[in-house]
């Protein structure tokens, strides 16, 4: 398991909106989904109002997001996978 750092945007009324989340993940697929998802649950947003520019693997210090580190440490990060 893995954290990446997802950069996208969301269509807002005629606007698109940058947001950048950082998710624990095994592979980058499963990491673009799980951010699908967020954005989905959080912001309503379908598939077709998302796009992702950038996704990439960060090691476990540059994480900020508290919910990725502890989903990481949780799930076999630091401890094999």
Do not use: C
Not at 25 to 39: H, I, R
Not at 65 to 75: E, G, Q, S, V
């Amino acid at each position: 398991m893995k954290i990446y750092r997802i950069i996208g945007n969301y269509k807002q009324g005629n606007e698109w909106i940058r947001i950048t989340k950082e998710v624990a993940a095994k592979n980058k697929n499963e990491a673009e989904d799980y951010f699908y998802s967020l954005l989905g649950s959080i912001y309503r947003k379908k598939r077709r109002e998302i796009r992702i520019e950038d996704a990439y693997s960060i090691p476990l210090k540059e994480a900020s997001d508290p919910r990725a580190i502890y989903r990481y440490r949780k799930f076999g990060g630091e401890h094999g996978e």
